[in-house]
């Protein structure tokens, strides 16, 4: 957990320290995130609108109990997180499928509108590193981003996987392979951190939701045929098991802190 205080100290950090848990949970939930918003249009037969109105409400929901924390709590945060990895699925889905608006176009879209987001953000903080997430406005900048990041992802990958006609295990690959030239650019040739966290997470979710799509399409698209349910459910246990075990390491830092304290 997050401990850094704001001035006055009075104030702790709302969302997670960036460790081998965060990227690992991360990837599964934008994975989860491609199958479980195919699961509900199509398996569930709610369409892509219904999907979309049902979805947004609940993520709402979800962020309004985020909103609620003063600190990171593991369950409000990446609760948010795996709606959001949904909802910015949809977004991109419904330009596309339901708009007719064309992967090259929404992979613009999105890019420019990430781009903006950016800069409003840094106009009006000075800053966009997410270990000073301490007030409201900060807060709703960095899920913007978050929500915008999914959403370009998701038309970036499709783009490669299927426009490209690079299948999803390539177009996994690719995006693994520029997320692993990102690491050693920050590691060996000093590139910024918080540039390099941005960089890392936008092609997380391209990687995420290729290795979803490769698990869950059936084996004349190109998948391995396991289906939205059986990969959704696999994912989500996972996230739980991981989200547990924050919980735990998180009560575990504040009897250690108390005790020093």
Known sequence: MIMTAIEDGSELNRVPDVTIDFWLIKIMAV???????DY???NLGLGLTGTSLIMAVVLIVALALQFAQNRYVPWAYWLAVVLISIVGTLVADNLVDNFGVRLETTTIIFSVALALIFIAWYVSEKTLSIH???TTRREIFYWLAILFTFSLGTTAGDLVAERFDMGYLATGLIFGAVIA???L???FLGLNGILAFWLAYILTRPLGASFGDLLAQPVEYGGMGFGTTFTSLIFLGCIVVIVLYMTLKSLIDEDEQALLD
């Open 185 to 187: 650019a920050w590691f």
């Open 132 to 134: 000073t997430i301490f």
């Open 181 to 183: 030239a990102v690491a």
């Open 40 to 42: 509900l249009a199509v």
């Open 31 to 37: 994975t989860m995130g491609e199958t479980a918003a």
